[in-house]
T-cell receptor, first 114, second 117 residues
Framework: QQQVKQSPQSLIVQKGGISIINCAYENTAFDYFPWYQQFPGKGPALLIAIRPDVSEKKEGRFTISFNKSAKQFSLHIMDSQPGDSATYFCAALHREDSNYQLIWGAGTKLIIKP | DTEVTQTPKHLVMGMTNKKSLKCEQHMGHRAMYWYKQKAKKPPELMFVYSYEKLSINESVPSRFSPECPNSSLLNLHLHALQPEDSALYLC????????????????FGEGSWLTVV
């Protein structure tokens, strides 16, 4: 299955709270999982990424948790700030022949309320 | 430096016009991509160039014509577009050929907003 399912579609969090976005996949051939952050009018920017042999990766306030057996991964934003308000896409990098392709989640619009 | 530069940032064109979008990267990446993104949707892959050769064409209409003059440049030539082609067009690049999937993270430019009138 060439799908990545992302939830929720939208999320409102108070400033200082924890934002959590979840993704699930079926294809065990996916072997790299990046998260992209996209502000209105801008291109997606790589935020953080994880390989499936790692259960957690943390960069500043952003953490990816990865559960290989459940084929699920999630993004946690600690101490969420209004500047984190953006659309977040999870993705899976898939290699087919000699080409790498991104399989995208549907996106989550995150709003951080001051 | 993970910069992919796209020009123009905004383009308005009529349905009979011919225009081009340009993309440049100086990271030594050997794979370059064109994506199309509609509002509130993830990017959709259009074309992939690998080592300056077209390796993926996702059944894109012929009114979109990609060109890769060298390893740093990627163009998208536009002709006889339809209003429904109005979207954000994203260029991206990735290292390729470095042996690991994680070495092939895909980096995006800021995009070119295209409006077809």
């Amino acid at each position: 299955q060439q799908q990545v399912k992302q939830s929720p579609q939208s999320l409102i969090v108070q400033k200082g709270g924890i934002s959590i976005i979840n993704c699930a996949y079926e294809n065990t051939a996916f072997d790299y999982f990046p998260w992209y952050q996209q502000f209105p009018g801008k291109g997606p920017a790589l935020l953080i990424a994880i390989r499936p042999d790692v259960s957690e990766k943390k960069e500043g306030r952003f953490t990816i948790s990865f559960n290989k057996s459940a084929k699920q991964f999630s993004l946690h934003i600690m101490d969420s700030q209004p500047g984190d308000s953006a659309t977040y896409f999870c993705a899976a990098l898939h290699r087919e022949d000699s080409n790498y392709q991104l399989i995208w989640g549907a996106g989550t619009k995150l709003i951080i309320k001051p | 430096d993970t910069e992919v530069t796209q020009t123009p940032k905004h383009l308005v064109m009529g349905m009979t016009n011919k225009k081009s979008l340009k993309c440049e990267q100086h990271m030594g990446h050997r794979a370059m991509y064109w994506y199309k993104q509609k509002a509130k949707k993830p990017p959709e892959l259009m074309f992939v160039y690998s080592y300056e050769k077209l390796s993926i064409n996702e059944s894109v209409p012929s009114r979109f014509s990609p060109e890769c003059p060298n390893s740093s440049l990627l163009n998208l030539h536009l002709h006889a577009l339809q209003p429904e082609d109005s979207a954000l067009y994203l260029c991206a690049s990735s290292p390729r050929g470095q042996g690991t999937v994680s070495g092939n993270t895909i980096y995006f430019g800021e995009g070119s907003w295209l409006t077809v009138v």
